[in-house]
């Protein structure tokens, strides 16, 4: 079975600054799906930022960017100029490609941001 | 569709009675989800509908737990008994077939509180 790691319960980053949050996982497979979700307080979880395991680049999106390391099976969310509105549970996913292509998710992180 | 929808967004019963939780996913997904989400932690699997069919199902749902989606459109969890131990936030979340490797539309959760 898949597990996901987030080893930081809690970052705290000032406004505009950069943080990274940090993400491990465990899979036997050679295939498979990634994604960083973020949960705002009493929200809704969002889709921030997803990678393909067969893909060598790294994803971006706007401020966030992935450092994905296969070998390593590590997987960084990297939140660039950071804002207000980005504190909120950020929470690291793998995703199998057969199956029932279930969630698997870490414990989360939960990310301030210092005005 | 304006998105997944669940309701109640809470639900606070008492320990030993059933209570029932609907998710209406968005109408073109045909694969549904529940998660359970305890405090401070990731959500955690519990069950996969495609279409009507239940496909999966976690260890986690116990006998006291059940899942419908009947005619393949919304579906709903039951909890008969409730224990204390079911207080957690349910997540649905919805996706198209495969051929989408994005990740889940997910619902804003029923909070569920066990007294």
């Known amino acids: 079975a898949q597990t996901v790691t987030q080893s930081q319960p809690e970052m705290s980053v000032q406004e505009a600054e950069t943080v990274t949050l940090s993400c491990t996982y465990d899979?036997?497979?050679?295939?498979?799906?990634l994604f960083w979700y973020k949960q705002p307080p009493s929200r809704q979880m969002i889709l921030v930022i997803r990678q393909e395991a067969y893909k060598q680049q790294n994803a971006t999106e706007n401020r966030f960017s992935v450092n994905f390391q296969k070998a390593a099976k590590s997987f960084s969310l990297k939140i660039s100029d950071s804002q207000l509105g980005d504190a909120a549970m950020y929470f690291c996913?793998?995703?199998?490609?057969?199956?029932?292509?279930?969630?698997?998710f870490g414990q989360g992180t939960r990310l301030t941001i210092n005005p | 569709d304006t998105g997944v929808s669940q309701d109640p967004r809470h639900k606070i019963t008492k320990r030993g009675q059933n209570v029932t939780f609907r998710c209406d996913p968005i109408?073109?997904?045909?694969?549904l989800y529940w998660y359970r989400q305890t405090l401070g932690q990731g959500p955690e699997f519990l069950t996969y509908f495609q279409n009507e069919a239940q496909l999966e199902k976690s260890r986690l749902l116990s006998d006291r737990f059940s899942a419908e989606r009947p005619k393949g459109s919304f579906s709903t969890l039951e909890i008969q008994r409730t224990e204390q131990g079911d207080s957690a936030m349910y997540l649905c979340?919805?996706?198209?077939?495969?051929?989408?490797?994005?990740?889940?539309?997910f619902g804003s959760g029923t909070r569920l509180t066990v007294v």
């Open positions: 979340a919805s996706r198209s077939n495969p051929g989408q490797n994005y990740g889940y539309t």
């Open positions: 899979t036997s497979e050679s295939d498979y799906y």
């Open positions: 996913a793998y995703r199998s490609v057969e199956g029932a292509q279930k969630l698997v």
């Open positions: 109408s073109e997904h045909n694969r």
